[in-house]
Nanobody, 120 residues
C-alpha cells in the first residue's frame, strides 16, 4: 500500500494551495480514516485534519475556517484545500491512512510528504 502526495509548493501569505493524496495497492480492502498531518522544522508532527469513512471531519484549531479536508472514496484519494495561508503553515505535509488489507491486516500508512512554504 502506498500513499503519494502532491500539490505542495511556494505560496505568498494569504494565498491558497490544494494538496492531494492518492492511495494505491492491490491488497487494499478498505480505508477507514484518512488525514493530513504536518511537521515544521524543529517541531513535532501535528494533526491538521482527518476524515472518517463516513465523512466525519476533525480539524486542528489552527486549520478551522481556513482548511477543508475532503475525500474521493471511489478513488481512494484525499484532498486538503488550504486558504488564507500564513507563514506558520510552512511545513512538510503528510497524508495518513488507516487501511484494511487482504494480506497484511490493518496498516497505518504514511506518504512521503510534500513541502508547503508560505512566504511573507
Amino acid at each position: 500500500v502506498q500513499l503519494v502526495e502532491s500539490g505542495g509548493g511556494l505560496v505568498q501569505v494569504g494565498g491558497s494551495l490544494r494538496l492531494a493524496c492518492a492511495a494505491s495497492g492491490t491488497s487494499i480492502f478498505s480505508i477507514t480514516t484518512m488525514g493530513w498531518y504536518r511537521q515544521a522544522p524543529g517541531r513535532q508532527r501535528e494533526l491538521v485534519a482527518t476524515v472518517t469513512s463516513s465523512g466525519i471531519t476533525n480539524y486542528a484549531d489552527s486549520a478551522k475556517g481556513r482548511f477543508t479536508i475532503s475525500r474521493d472514496y471511489a478513488k481512494n484519494s484525499l484532498f486538503l484545500q488550504m486558504n488564507t495561508l500564513r507563514p506558520e503553515d510552512t511545513a512538510v505535509y503528510y497524508c495518513e491512512a488507516d487501511v484494511a488489507t487482504s494480506i497484511e491486516g490493518y496498516l497505518q500508512v504514511w506518504g512521503q510528504g510534500t513541502l508547503v512554504t508560505v512566504s511573507s
